[in-house]
């Protein structure tokens, strides 16, 4: 047998980086985070009201789920933070969770807290910094223990933000014929599906947004 056969074959340069790749795709998939099992009731078009007439949107039941069982649901990655017009009046907490899965679907979703006005007035003089917001208004950072007290407030609207546009199609397949459309003050395009209290505002521009609140 000459020289030549008893060396090793060498392996072809693109046949390394076909394996290279395939071991790549094996570890991202490894990688990749786990996806929980779609919950039916958590499904935007799937919010309605009970026969008491509370309204279930997102796996949230309105003026009874508090932030902390929100929590629960959507991961502990959340910011509380106080707002108020630009002279301080008009006050509101809200709760922030920048990222959430509801099956396929990756959004955004904000809550609107149940507190008192005079609890939110003690809640502004403690806060640890203020910050204009591009509306004009200001935003309020809480302090650590006022964060902590807020985890048991209740929730009375959440917001949903899904990081993919909605298009017509998609609006018409999933929650029917809104009962009326309106454009408002701040010239968008409000839809309203009155049996899921849901208000959809269409931004061309930005993502739509929508509302769930009680009547």
Sequence with gaps: MSQTETK????PPFLIVLIGAVLLYGVFLVLQPERSE???????????????GQLHALGITLNQTTLRQAMDIYGKDVEIRL??????????????FPVIYIGSIKAAIAVKLKVSPEELE?????GTKISPTTSGAKEIK???QDNLDFLD????????????DLDQRAIDLRFGEPDRKETQSDKLDH????????????????????QYSQP
């Design 8 to 11: 090793k074959r060498e392996i």
């Design 153 to 164: 407030k209740i929730i009375s609207s959440v917001t949903l933000i899904p990081r993919k």
């Design 122 to 126: 003690e809640v502004y003089n403690r």
């Design 191 to 210: 839809w309203f599906f009155d049996r899921m209290g849901l208000e959809l505002i269409i931004d061309p521009e930005g993502p739509e947004a929508l």
């Design 83 to 96: 707002f108020t017009d630009h002279d301080g009046g008009n006050k509101s907490a809200e709760a922030y």
């Design 38 to 52: 779609v919950v039916e009731e958590r499904l935007p078009w799937n919010a309605q009201f009970d026969q008491q």
């Design 142 to 144: 809480l302090s650590s």
